[in-house]
């Protein structure tokens, strides 16, 4: 379960992906849950992440999924 801050950082996270990948934000969604990202880093991590920059975290969430072997 997470809090409402960590939903709201989420789909913040949720749309710049979209927006940067030109996917419409469910198959974003769908790419962040599949992959385990979505609970296991950003939602984890909120502490930690939602203190940093937009442009990073597209950055670093970008490359964490193309690690994971899914193609943008």
């Not at 927006?19 to 991590?45: A, M, Q, R």
């Not at 670093?60 to 193309?66: A, G, K």
């Amino acid at each position: 379960m997470c809090t409402k801050k960590e939903l709201s950082f989420s789909v913040f996270l949720l749309y710049s992906l979209a927006e940067k990948w030109n996917k419409p934000p469910y198959k974003v969604y769908e790419i962040l849950n599949n992959t385990g990202i979505l609970d296991d880093y950003i939602i984890k991590c909120y502490d930690v992440l939602h203190t940093l920059g937009e442009e990073y975290l597209v950055e670093d969430i970008t490359s964490f999924v193309t690690e994971r072997g899914i193609k943008l």
